[in-house]
């Protein structure tokens, strides 16, 4: 009988490659097969209701409820004829997670039978039980309501035989209790200022999309071992475990060839996510043992968001299938690479232009200058805040280590673009008739305006260590954490773009009420950005001390831990944009704080009693039993050779109080741990109290690591209860 390691190890063994992907035939043949897209519209719904879907989606439009019925009876017979038997609202409440409450289609019948029935108010608006959602005090008991509506913009899906309608979800008087509702507001802002900027060039744009493309990293890891790890299983992370002899040095993950275990396990995904609508592009091996990477291409931003919440999902179900556990979490172990969710975003107009991709023409230019000098400005203006937006308790675990973006702003534009902004700022401002070309000399095909009409800003031109990154038609985005809602971060985007192409609105606008023209009034205002953001703009090694320096130098201030910066959204200045921008009022704002900060607090607190329960029950009690079998061997020792036993016993007795020194460590750790606790949760102020679990608990949880992994390296292999990093990243 082994422990249970080894018997999770002896497990792990017999777990191979298996195959489920069972669908054949070209992708093209099933895409989409589970989703109730505009094909499956036309086919189910008369021509009315297809028209109301595609104008709510398209215009965003009002349905009506009569309407709604329609809609509801189409996409129930579909469902039902793909084998549904429920429907959800599937919703993002403020936690990691998605929501679903499932009820049945079944009515009863006078003959006491029963048939499906599904209406157009059931589709448009439920009222899920949600009263324990977190919601920072917008729902006091006596007004608990918590309403899920229709999002049309997203098409439902089946999923496991029930009906999956994306909803967002709002309090009884309409406040947003979830993250899709900020996003979906700051689509819309963003579409009316980026509309109003278009349309100076083409009158026929008639919307502007934010796009995403999102770069999905996770770490895989056999089940059984998975499971004999009680801080994976309840944290997502090991809080305790030494690093292997062997990860990472190497650099042979990185794009290496995929271990048939895992082959099986993707292409099985791939197949269920193609028929989900998921247009899957990219996998390959991330840089550390045991993480991969999945790229879908991308698309409207609200949809790249939920398809990637059920991507998540679909993981995780898929996974079980191959005795496998997808971990999202950003740190799961230390010593290798964090998983990050990287987020390509641009706009593009409904005429096909992408708006941060440098055009043909001098006309196309001049408003790809427009759009992501505006972008920069906004990102300058702030860094803070949208550095913030990815801050949570696992991702700070990431950010600032030496493989993951700084925990400060800064954007990477590449030689070619730094070149052009920087020719652009050496204009005279006096003299903008130079804007005709003469003196925007740069590298390569780089003149912008009228002579020298196409730009090629060099593609490869990358820079892994920027928080935000040009990369020749998109920005991208790569501190959002793994484990994280994209929504949370790309709302702030999307929000602060759109308050900064209002500016830059205004700005022409009074250029051209001082005589300029309009082209010129742009120049001087894309300038004027150009200027104002300097600061921000970074080529350098973001990993580097230099950095930090220098951005200290610049007045540029990097998030320090979670608490800090969710400070960041209530200031009066992201107030005031949040506002301007219609995503929260006030009193939303406030109340997204408290959650943060809670959410905050009740994760330490349930990592630190997991920490305390493997330190005391599982670390210290092998510890024990390993000191004991040195004790033994010294008496022992001691009976047969009474004279030099203790020359002999040298190194045992070293172990044996080596072992105490660690037990006593971690023994003072876990005192520390308790008490620093004790004291937090007396704290009143939620805030405060973050601010504590942060400050002094945080810190004892290193502590009692740093002690348990040594004792990992010196007990008996046999004894140690946990699976180890080399046997939990092990797949070649
Ligand atoms: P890399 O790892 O080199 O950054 P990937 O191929 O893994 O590249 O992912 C790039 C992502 O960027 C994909 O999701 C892709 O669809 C997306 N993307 C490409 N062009 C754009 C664009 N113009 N706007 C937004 N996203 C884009
Ligand atoms: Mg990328």
Known sequence: MGNIRQKALEESASHGAERFHEEKGPVSEYFGKNVFDLEKMKRYLSKEAYNAVVNAVEFGQKIEVEVADQIAIGMKNWAVEMGASHYTHWFQPLTDATAEKHESFISPLPNGGVFEKFSGSTLIQQEPDASSFPSGGLRNTFEARGYTAWDPSS??????GTLCIPTVFVAYNGESL?????????????????????????????????????????????????????????????LIGHTAAKDQQLEDNYFGAIPNRVMDFM???ETEAYKLGVKLKTRHNEV???????????????????????????????????????????????????????????????????LLAPGKTPKANLQFLCFFSSVIRAVYEHNQLLMSSVASLS?????????????????????????????????????????TGKDVKVRSKLHIVNQIPEIFPDN???????????????????AVGSS??????????????????????????????????QDKAMMKTIRQFVIESKKIRFEGNGYSREWAEEAEKRGLKGITSAPMAYEQYITDKTMALFDDEGIFTRREALARFEVMNENYV???????????????????????????????????????????????????????EKISGYINRIHEGVHNLVEARKVANKIEDIHKKAIAYNDTVKPHMEDIRRAADKLEMVIDDELWPLPKYRELLSFK
């Not at 098409?155 to 496991?160: E, R």
């Not at 490869?460 to 790569?478: V, Y």
């Not at 790309?490 to 830059?504: E, G, H, P, W």
């Not at 607190?605 to 092998?622: S, W, Y």
């Open 155 to 160: 098409p439902a899906f089946v999923l496991d």
């Open 178 to 238: 979830d993250l899709k509702t900020p996003h979906l507001k700051s689509l819309q802002a963003l579409n009316q200022t980026a509309l109003d900027i278009c349309k100076l060039f083409d009158k026929d744009v008639t919307r502007v999309n934010a796009v995403l493309g999102i770069e999905q990293e996770y770490f895989l890891v056999d089940e059984s071992l998975y499971k004999a790890r009680p801080d994976l299983v309840i944290c997502d992370r090991t």
């Open 267 to 269: 292409k099985d995904f």
């Open 288 to 354: 550390a043992p045991n993480q991969f990477e999945f790229a879908p291409i991308f698309g409207e931003a609200n949809l790249s968001s939920d398809q990637n919440l059920l991507m998540m999902i679909l993981m995780k179900k898929i996974a079980g299938r191959h005795h496998l556990k997808v971990i999202f979490h950003e740190k799961p172990f230390n010593g290798v690479n964090g998983s990050g969710k990287h987020c390509n975003w641009s706009m593009f107009t409904d005429t096909g232009i992408d």
């Open 395 to 435: 991702n700070m675990y990431r950010l600032g280590g030496n493989e993951a973006p700084p925990a400060v702003m800064s954007i990477f534009l590449g030689e070619t673009l730094t070149e052009l902004l920087d020719s652009i700022e050496k204009l005279s401002p006096d003299n903008l008739s130079s804007l």
């Open 460 to 478: 490869t031109d990358r820079n892994r260590t920027s928080p935000f990154a040009f990369t020749g038609n998109r920005f991208e985005f790569r």
């Open 484 to 517: 994280s809602n994209v929504a949370s971060s790309i709302y702030v985007l999307n929000s602060i773009v759109a308050q900064q192409l209002k500016r830059f609105k205004t700005l022409v606008e009074e250029a051209k009420a001082s005589g300029l023209s």
């Open 602 to 656: 009740k994760k330490l607190q349930i990592e630190a009693r997991v920490m305390g329960d493997l330190a005391t029950n599982h670390v210290v009690p092998t510890a024990i039993t390993f000191q004991n079998k040195l004790l033994e061997n010294v008496m022992n020792m001691k009976e047969i050779y009474p004279e030099k036993y203790h020359e002999l016993c040298k190194t045992q007795i070293r172990m044996i």
